[in-house]
């Protein structure tokens, strides 16, 4: 367990808490970007361990969340379709499109599979000539990579039979359309650390130095959190705004150059909506002309379904960090995990889910039973 | 078909003539009557069951009768640490002994798919022999149908139990009371972890292996010591979260956990780590919970950890009337969260 049992010490943690306590004077509004910190902030209590002076708004880096809604119902359609093996990481499997979800899809018929690893897809195409096998290569600057490899591969082994639905975002974009957006609060960043294990932070300085916000690049255990937010308030208290690395274990400047070489090859950037959000230029990666061919869009020609997002749903505001969970109308009411009108409540990661689950404490108050033993 | 041997036949034995299931072993015919004859009735022997009745018939006993049934589906039917034979056995024994009842008989159903290797199904019914063998359970009745291949996975078990509640015993996940103590019998997550590994071909340097085991032995044990017990379930289906929320509900009270107070082993957390999951929500099949008056956890505690599947029991939080009908779960770091139920299965997250 070495490089995790480490960075969730009790003790460290309370001191790091302290040091932050020391330091703020007065109210800071700082946003984590990755769904995946927001999941451990949560799960961890770190939110609770923080002055009220310090307030936490969840970003839109949660990729189950910010997939739109069209292209749930392409894939809805295309897991439908006689003879596809439909595979897809798991927690898009409940998430809704206009109508239903892949489980739903799933139960009538279609052979949706949930795969650990793009190459697992692959894999899958080799061993079904017979099928087609799509799989769903959504997310960030993380996954990015392997499903790169996965084109890669599938073109180096001329599968024909295998292709890719492809909704990938990218980080930085994301956070320029947060700090210039006329409503923002946000006045420091902490930018999500294993996107930045891929694509280094060289990007990062020019937003910086722009939007004249801090930015830390920050981990996900406890420890890593409770670092990037003391910088992160540190900077603040001091009138800076640098760039600074709390995830060097992780994370260098240029990142990770083969990686990055590999969706170079395969990737190209283009304008992407983000469900909830709308459409940010230059914010995600579609195939290159050369890998055209793989794309299922293309393939299956699911170009014109007309998709509609629940009118009661604000996950667009939670997401932009104008808006908490909890103070959505629809929370916890027409709003569940069960019955979810946004990814938002889906995804683990999802800020509406993860305040269902973890967040119901806020109305708690923070007294402390005691145990007798 | 040739004369049949009766004394050709071993168990678990493969039918000469049919390597696997076909649908004439479902038909109640000469094939139905081969399984049983050289399948069930050597693996289970027992009197009840050797008479085949069209029911057991069996002595009376002293004591409130526990009664329940439970299915078992399960793919891969075989995974490191067990079969579907050992939870059949093991899942139904548990959930009489929850009830603080003395084990006594199975029945068991089989639904069988048209193409199960007879040696696969030997196999599983020689560890429910054993199984039953280990809780000193008799399987005295049963029932076998086959459908068409594709329409099972290999095959699925349905098992009833009765057991006898002895006379003073009152347990009940209804009873707990502010300030009762909650302990766990081990290590929880081993089952979900390791049939999660095995069917998507995750690999560790260590293999997680299931915790299938029948409970009723550690339970009379801790009856024993501690007549006050007021509350025992096994943390399957949904995991420890699943049956604190139970609890909490069932006795209007609110329960305080100690994160770190509550035994994983390290392989479990590092592959829930890296699939996302979270270890309280995952499945247990030779886990109980108790909860106890405070003034007992000290006897209960030593008397569990005598016991071979109760060696690493803890104490992990307390009753408490801050959040009624809420699981609270202390973190490491000193924060604190919700501990809710999964709304079904666990979803791997994506990265």
Known sequence: ?373 | MPDLNPDGWTCPLPLRDYPHIVMGHGGGGKLSAELVEHLFLPAFRNEALARLGDAAVLPPVAGRLAFTTDSYVVRPLFFPGGCVGDLAVNGTVNDLAMCGAKPLYLSAGFILEEGLPLAELGRIVDRMAAAARAAGVAIVCGDTKVVDRGHGDGCYITTAGVGVVPDGVNVGIERAKLGDVVVVSGPVGNHGVAILCVREGLEFETRITSDTAALNGLVADMLSACPDLRAMRDPTRGGLAATLNEIAAASHVGIEIDEPAVPIDDEVRAACDLLGLDPLLVANEGKLVAVVPAGSAEILLATMRRHPLGTRAAVIGCMTDKHSKLVVARTAIGGRRIVSTSMGEQLPRIC
């Not at chain 1, 307030?55 to 359609?77: F, N, Q, R, Y």
């Not at chain 1, 790169?148 to 990218?170: C, D, I, P, Y």
């Not at chain 1, 705004?241 to 992780?250: L, S």
């Open chain 1, 1 to 373: 367990m070495k490089y995790l049992t480490e960075f969730r010490d009790g003790d460290l943690a309370q001191r790091l808490a302290a040091e932050i306590r020391a330091a703020v004077t007065r109210p800071w509004a700082i946003m984590e970007v990755c769904g995946g910190q927001t999941h451990s902030i949560i799960r961890n209590g770190i939110d609770q361990l923080l002055p009220a002076e310090v307030e936490l708004i969840h970003g839109p880096g949660c990729p189950v969340c910010v997939t739109p809604v069209s292209l749930i119902d392409k894939a809805l359609a295309i897991a439908a379709l006689p003879g596809v093996i439909f595979c897809s990481f798991g927690d898009m499997l409940r998430v809704p499109g206009t109508r239903e979800d892949l489980f739903a899809v799933k139960a009538r018929g279609a052979d949706v599979r949930v795969v650990y690893s793009p190459l697992d897809a692959v894999r899958l195409a080799k061993e079904n000539p017979s099928r087609q096998v799509v799989f769903f290569a959504i997310g960030f600057e993380t996954t990015a990579p392997a499903n790169a490899m996965a084109a890669h591969q599938a073109k180096r082994l001329g599968l024909t039979n295998f292709s890719l639905l492809v909704s990938h975002v990218l980080v930085p974009p994301a956070i320029e359309a947060v700090l210039s957006s006329p409503t923002n609060r946000v006045q420091s960043i902490l930018a999500a650390g294993h996107v930045c294990s891929v694509m280094g932070y060289y990007q990062y300085p020019p937003l910086a130095e722009r939007f004249r916000v801090p930015i830390v690049v920050t981990g996900f255990e406890p420890l890593d959190l409770l670092d990037g937010i003391r910088r992160a308030v540190l900077q603040l208290e001091a009138g800076t705004h640098v760039v600074e690395n709390a995830y060097p274990r992780a994370v260098t400047f240029e990142g990770n150059r083969p990686a990055q070489a590999m969706l170079a090859e395969v990737f190209e950037v283009c304008d992407r909506e983000w469900r909830g959000i709308g459409t940010i230029p230059a914010s995600g990666w579609r195939l290159k002309s050369e890998y055209r061919r793989i794309d299922a869009e293309e393939r299956f020609a699911v170009h014109d379904i007309r998709s509609v997002e629940s009118p009661l749903c604000r996950s667009g505001e939670v997401l932009r960090g104008t808006l908490k969970p909890n103070q959505c109308p629809a929370f916890g009411s027409a709003c569940t995990p069960r019955t979810p009108l946004g990814a938002t409540m889906v995804s683990s990661e999802g800020a509406c889910a993860a305040y269902f689950h973890y967040g119901r404490l806020i109305a708690l108050g923070t007294e402390r039973a005691t145990c007798p033993t």
